[in-house]
């Protein structure tokens, strides 16, 4: 956010005008449209501002006599004027009305023309927006990588209690289907029973061709897997 420029962040809507503006026509102006600053300009350059403290300052001198009614705003405006280019960035900004203790700094155009203004109350909204903009994009981030983890867990879970070979249930998936209807027969008093079967004689072919080859079968094969017995009982490799 530092390293963008302050010409997307900026205020364009500047009150602005001449040296020889009456001072009673600028505070007017600044009170009609609440603006803290009046940015006092010479051919397009700004030369001076006004800000609410000048004015506070006017209106204790004319407390106290001074007569201020042909006043011009050259006569109290502060000047030189501190100005940064479109082209700065927002940490620049920042570290000049930090060390000058700027509550705003004028913009200018590569003409040197006033083309805008950043306010601290600007200033302070858009890294707020900013913030807001990043800690979304974090949420959207973290909601992204803990559905990628819950998928992965759920991947896991799922090797965890398969055969790699077959895809069928494991030891680990069956004893604890064993537990759940163990336990379900206790509490409503029913009886179950297990029965092992020995599928299509791979004990057979395993002890023939070794468990290799009954290994490469089964992940060729899957579960349709059968192989062909001889009359004798020894299983026969399939071509």
Do not use: W
């Amino acid at each position: 956010m530092i390293d963008q420029e302050i010409a997307k962040f900026m205020n364009r809507e500047v009150l602005q005008g001449e040296a020889d503006t009456p001072l009673g026509e600028v505070i007017t102006q600044m009170n009609e449209r609440s603006q803290s600053a009046y940015i006092v300009c010479e051919d397009g350059a700004p030369v001076g501002v006004i800000s609410e403290r000048d004015t506070l300052s006017v209106l204790d001198r004319t407390f106290r006599g001074d007569p201020l009614a042909t006043a011009r705003a050259a006569d109290v405006m502060a000047s030189p004027v501190h100005t940064l280019p479109e082209s700065s960035t927002m940490g620049e900004v920042i570290r000049v009305m930090t060390e000058r203790r700027f509550r705003r700094v004028p913009i200018v155009d590569d003409k040197n023309h006033l083309s805008g203004i950043v306010n601290l109350t600007d200033l302070q909204a858009a890294m707020n927006s900013a913030l807001e903009r990043r800690g979304r994009d974090l949420e959207v981030a973290v909601m992204d990588r803990t559905a990628e983890l819950q998928a992965a867990n759920e991947k896991l879970e799922q090797l965890s209690i398969r055969d790699g070979l077959t895809d069928l249930l494991n030891r680990r998936a069956m004893s604890e289907k064993l537990s759940e209807l163990h336990t379900l027969s206790r509490r409503y008093g029913n009886s179950y029973g297990v029965i092992l079967i020995d599928i299509d004689h791979f004990k057979n072919y395993n002890d023939t061709l070794g468990y290799v080859q009954g290994d490469e079968s089964r992940h060729f094969s899957g579960r349709r897997f059968a192989p062909r017995i001889s009359p004798s009982g020894t299983a026969v490799k399939n071509s």
